[in-house]
């Protein structure tokens, strides 16, 4: 089938269940999880622009981070609040590829982001009379850079990779269009296919999440030669937000895309899928917030200004009646 053809036809996205009672529920669960990532990130990223005493390395990062997670949410959940919605599930090819274009790339983002967040907190814990020389303005930017310049390149190939391939059905079992829902729709063998997602894979998802591990490892070994618990308890708490966001994030993607092919599960890909493009960037900003002294202190500040600005008003107000 020529690329014209394919064009036309399209895919049909199943989401994640058939079953007509299932719309409603799902349909809430998408709306009150997009509504909770999007005001939760927006607020982080608010406080980050707004606040002087977050305006240090750990935060610049944390604020792209929460740029992303949105980004990440709304390639894939309005989608799917449509087709709840209309019942429309057909999506074009092209439109198809730019979803799994965009997916792969905002994704592996995420998943640096979180290894240049681990530098910083090593550079912190670690190398404290270094810190500023170490992350710097100029490497957080560059690294930050350099970063979008390779999960481009990597979300490129995948993209050309499986959008080249020949197509004989046309119903993705997902609610998004992705590299393992697509390969298995092609008319030919895709053991080639299958082989680069999980060495080029392998290298981009697992390099960052060795670099994680090696820098907390650096760090739990300096923690543990602190003298006191306390001190040990205060110096952890500093990386325990990073850490539970890391695991969370981690965890479902291995599941996901390093597994043998005899374990592949239809069901079982949804739910991992949603752990990781949904739930997850749902709650970074509350993890981040309800564990992180800066930013709830950040938060009081603003809920205390706007507090007395609405005092002052109404007192204004009062006087003018």
């Known amino acids: 089938m020529d690329l014209k053809n394919q064009t036309v036809q399209g895919f049909t996205l199943l989401g994640l269940s058939e079953k007509p009672h299932f719309r409603l529920p799902l349909f809430s669960f998408f709306m009150v999880a997009y509504v909770l990532c999007v005001?939760?990130?927006?607020?982080?990223?608010?406080?980050?622009?707004?606040?002087?005493?977050?305006?240090t390395p750990m935060y610049f990062l944390l604020g792209n981070l929460s740029v992303v997670d949105i980004c990440m949410?709304?390639?894939?959940?309005?989608?799917?609040?449509?087709?709840?919605?209309?019942?429309n599930m057909a999506i074009s090819f092209h439109g198809c590829f730019v979803q799994l274009f965009l997916f792969h790339a905002v994704g592996n983002m995420d998943s640096f982001l979180l290894a240049i967040m681990a530098l910083d907190r090593y550079a912190a814990v670690c190398q404290p009379l270094h810190y500023t020389t170490i992350m710097s303005n100029r490497t957080c930017i560059g690294l930050v850079t350099s970063s979008w310049a390779v999960v481009t390149l990597h979300s490129t190939l995948f993209t050309v990779m499986t959008s080249t391939l020949p197509y004989c059905n046309w119903v993705?079992?997902?609610?998004f269009c992705d590299v393992p829902a697509m390969l298995l729709l092609s008319c030919k063998d895709t053991y080639a296919q299958q082989m680069t997602v999980f060495i080029e894979g392998s290298l981009i998802v697992m390099g960052p999440m060795l670099f994680i591990l090696g820098s907390y490892i650096l760090i739990i070994r300096d923690i543990m030669k602190l003298r006191t618990s306390k001190g040990r308890r205060r110096t952890?708490?500093?990386?325990?937000?990073?850490?539970?966001?890391?695991?969370?994030?981690?965890?479902?993607?291995?599941?996901?895309?390093?597994?043998?092919?005899?374990?592949?599960?239809?069901?079982?890909?949804?739910?991992?899928?949603?752990?990781?493009?949904?739930?997850?960037?749902?709650?970074?900003?509350?993890?981040?917030s309800l564990r992180n002294k800066e930013v709830k202190g950040a938060m009081k500040k603003v809920t205390q200004c706007c507090r007395d600005e609405s005092l002052k008003w109404t007192q204004e107000k009062n006087l003018e009646d």
């Not at 005001?39 to 305006?55: A, E, V």
């Not at 993705?172 to 609610?175: K, L, N, P, R």
Request: hydrophobic content about 45%; aromatic content about 16%.
């Open 172 to 175: 993705i079992h997902h609610y």
């Open 236 to 288: 952890f708490s500093t990386c325990s937000s990073h850490l539970t966001v890391v695991i969370l994030f981690y965890s479902s993607i291995i599941f996901m895309y390093f597994r043998p092919s005899a374990l592949y599960s239809v069901t079982y890909d949804q739910v991992i899928s949603v752990v990781y493009s949904v739930i997850t960037p749902m709650f970074n900003p509350f993890i981040y």
């Open 39 to 55: 005001l939760g990130n927006c607020l982080i990223f608010m406080l980050i622009l707004t606040q002087s005493q977050l305006r």
């Open 73 to 87: 949410t709304s390639i894939t959940i309005p989608r799917a609040l449509c087709s709840l919605l209309t019942q």
